[in-house]
Nanobody
Framework: VQLQASGGGLVQAGGSLRLSCAAS????????MAWFRQAPGKEREFVSV?????????YAESVKGRFTIPRANNAKNTVYLQMDSLKPEDTAVYYC???????????????????WGQGTQVTVSS
């Protein structure tokens, strides 16, 4: 499956953005879909993930209560990341990724993913 992330931009602290990850076909519903981010000078880190079989989302502690994964738009083969109450430290390039694995101990690790979108820049000003 091929992925394309979009929806990034410049927003003030406290604002919101919704990122989209469009998959090339409907098979994405079988995949575990995740969001990662990479800030300048830092390693890529896990943000959020949702397993295809359960639709139960999991979040990094740093975004819990502020970020959510809304219901996917199956007609458009698209999953989303709703980001509210944004902080300057959320500034990063955000990537969506897909894998067929659903093992909880591995789906927060970027090495588990073999399909990646190109990334979309999110900048939060203070």
């Amino acid at each position: 499956v091929q992925l394309q992330a979009s929806g990034g931009g410049l927003v003030q602290a406290g604002g919101s953005l919704r990122l989209s990850c469009a998959a090339s076909d409907g098979t994405f519903r079988r995949y575990t879909m995740a969001w990662f981010r990479q800030a300048p000078g830092k390693e890529r880190e896990f943000v959020s993930v949702i397993r295809g079989s359960s639709n139960i989302p999991y979040y990094a502690e740093s975004v819990k209560g502020r970020f959510t994964i809304p219901r996917a738009n199956n007609a458009k083969n698209t999953v989303y990341l709703q980001m509210d109450s944004l902080k300057p430290e959320d500034t990063a390039v955000y990537y969506c990724a897909a894998t067929l694995t659903e093992i909880l101990s591995t789906i927060r690790k970027q090495t588990s993913y073999n399909h990646w979108g190109q990334g979309t820049q999110v900048t939060v000003s203070s």
